[in-house]
T-cell receptor, first 112, second 113 residues
Framework: ETGVTQTPRHLVMGMTNKKSLKCEQHLGHNAMYWYKQSAKKPLELMFVYNFKEQTENNSVPSRFSPECPNSSHLFLHLHTLQPEDSALYLC???????????FGPGTRLTVL | GENVEQHPSTLSVQEGDSAVIKCTYSDSASNYFPWYKQELGKRPQLIIDIRSNVGEKKDQRIAVTLNKTAKHFSLHITETQPEDSAVYFCAASNDFGNEKLTFGTGTRLTIIP
């Protein structure tokens, strides 16, 4: 699959579990993003990475921990989540920060 | 930072009629304005974009207009079809300042057959 990929596509986890979401882009982009999408907030920016450096954290709770080992990969480590964290988590990438963003298919997360 | 407001949040249109979604932005330095379409169960995808050096851009049944003075831009869909039903997001950025895209809050468009 080309473009932006995300794994897993679906994840069910208990509140005490630890899991990770993975995003990979095959577009040669330099910026990557995590978004949370729910009925309450259609597109909520969580984190921004530019050339592997975190440039934005939108007051995200510490139970979400991002990691960007290189410009092609982005992870979101999850631990002790709450049921209200259930949502679709979208990854996106862009060549530069101001450019068009390309989205992955998302991970549908359910926290029990 | 940039702030983008989008209206309406929901819109229902009879098939064949036109739909218009409007966005306003706060940063006068913003110069790039893309629109995304997200169909049910799918990812947001770019459908059209405009830069501040033009006032209007068309692609078949969709068009985007930009009013830099008023700091607003709009998406126009003509001769709507059922497959136009989706959530639409506007966005704005300043590529001279390399500021990231800021998205609007989305419009759920429903085409009534």
């Amino acid at each position: 699959e080309t473009g932006v990929t995300q794994t897993p596509r679906h994840l069910v986890m208990g509140m005490t579990n630890k899991k990770s979401l993975k995003c990979e882009q095959h577009l040669g982009h330099n910026a990557m993003y995590w978004y949370k999408q729910s009925a309450k907030k259609p597109l909520e920016l969580m984190f921004v990475y530019n050339f592997k450096e975190q440039t934005e954290n939108n007051s995200v709770p510490s139970r979400f921990s991002p990691e960007c080992p290189n410009s092609s990969h982005l992870f979101l480590h999850l631990h002790t989540l709450q049921p209200e964290d259930s949502a679709l988590y979208l990854c996106a990438s862009s060549r530069l920060l101001a450019d068009t963003q390309y989205f992955g298919p998302g991970t549908r997360l359910t926290v029990l | 930072g940039e702030n983008v407001e989008q209206h309406p949040s929901t819109l229902s249109v009879q098939e064949g009629d036109s739909a218009v979604i409007k966005c306003t932005y706060s940063d006068s330095a913003s110069n790039y304005f893309p629109w995304y379409k997200q169909e049910l169960g799918k990812r947001p995808q770019l459908i059209i974009d405009i830069r501040s050096n033009v006032g209007e851009k068309k692609d078949q049944r969709i068009a985007v207009t930009l009013n830099k003075t008023a700091k607003h831009f709009s998406l126009h869909i003509t001769e709507t079809q059922p497959e136009d039903s989706a959530v639409y997001f506007c966005a704005a950025s300043n590529d001279f300042g390399n500021e990231k895209l800021t998205f609007g809050t989305g419009t759920r468009l429903t085409i009534i057959p």
